[in-house]
């Protein structure tokens, strides 16, 4: 029972770097999420997908592409990294009004 | 977007002293939910609120909705040093729920 599965957990890019954060669940939830948190700050969501085939921005999508590859997996990529997309990004997922389960996190520095 | 607040932002306690933070929203909600984060960790699902004036108890931690549904409150009664972490309301403002500023508790041995 794995639940959230991130990779990698730590990466450093420079700047106008791409790079994919990956994100598998095996609850068989229908929503994922991806969020990015900053230091003592709350989470921001970036992009959702309430299900298979379907992806949404959320409050701050700009600089991020996201794919909902299958039911399990939601990936996030930064096509051109920025100093400002420095971030620990979460991934989630849910049933439809139920609690989130979340990743461990990835911590992406960019330089 | 929508604004949640959470009150306070930070609070210290000795080990053994009771802490409460409280979630102020602006608008009525349809639920809520709350979240703790360990110190380099990830947020963690501790509950969902659902009806006018619901309370819930989970040993030592109590949650109030409030009767308008635009407030809520997480009561901890005899903080341990366990409960150190950063605790988030999430409310649901019709779509997805929208994480709160958080408040950080640290408890003092």
């Known amino acids: 029972n794995a639940g959230v599965t991130q990779t990698p957990k730590f990466q450093v890019l420079k700047t106008g770097q791409s790079m994919t954060l990956q994100c598998a669940q095996d609850m068989n939830h229908n929503s994922m999420y991806w969020y990015r948190q900053d230091p003592g700050m709350g989470l921001r969501l970036i992009y959702y997908?309430?299900?298979?085939?379907?992806?949404d921005k959320g409050e701050v999508p700009n600089g991020y592409n996201v794919s909902r590859l299958n039911k399990r997996e939601f990936s996030l990529r930064l096509e051109s990294a920025a100093p400002s997309q420095t971030s620990v990004y979460f991934c989630a997922s849910s049933e439809a009004g139920r609690g989130y389960t979340f990743g461990s996190g990835t911590r992406l520095t960019v330089v | 977007g929508q604004q949640v607040m959470q009150i306070p932002q930070y609070q210290h306690v000795q080990e053994g002293e009771d802490f409460t933070t409280y979630c102020n929203s602006s608008?009525?909600?349809?639920?809520i939910q709350w979240y703790k984060q360990r110190p380099g960790g990830h947020p963690v699902f501790l509950i969902q609120l659902v009806k006018s004036g619901e309370v819930k108890k989970q040993k030592r931690l109590t949650f109030q909705f409030g009767e308008a549904k635009k407030n809520s409150s997480l009561h901890i009664t005899a903080t341990q040093t366990t409960d150190v972490g950063t605790y988030f309301c999430a409310p649901n403002y019709g779509q997805n729920f929208v994480f709160g500023p958080g408040t950080r508790l640290s408890v003092l041995p």
């Open positions: 997908s309430a299900s298979e085939g379907t992806t």
């Open positions: 608008t009525t909600l349809s639920n």
